[in-house]
């Protein structure tokens, strides 16, 4: 399983895979859209995904995807 997340780190939107930043400075729209296609691109690749996406307000909203 492949982990993907978006939190806000040091002021920043960052993205993160498996707990290492991929991209930050982003705006949340453009981290959540980063991590969905990056999300999806492991999906094709037949890998179970997580996708954690932070909200303003500091909770966060887990998805899961099926794979193998």
Do not use: C, I, N
């Not at 997340?5 to 949340?28: H, M």
């Not at 037949?46 to 794979?67: D, F, I």
């Amino acid at each position: 399983m492949v982990q993907y997340a978006v939190t806000l780190k040091d002021g920043e939107w960052t993205v993160f895979k498996d707990g290492d930043p991929v991209r930050s400075g982003l705006s949340r729209s453009a981290a959540v859209r980063e991590a969905e296609t990056l999300a999806f691109a492991a999906e094709e690749q037949g890998q179970s995904v997580e996708l954690l996406l932070q909200t303003y307000t500091g909770e966060l909203a887990t998805k899961h995807s099926g794979g193998e």
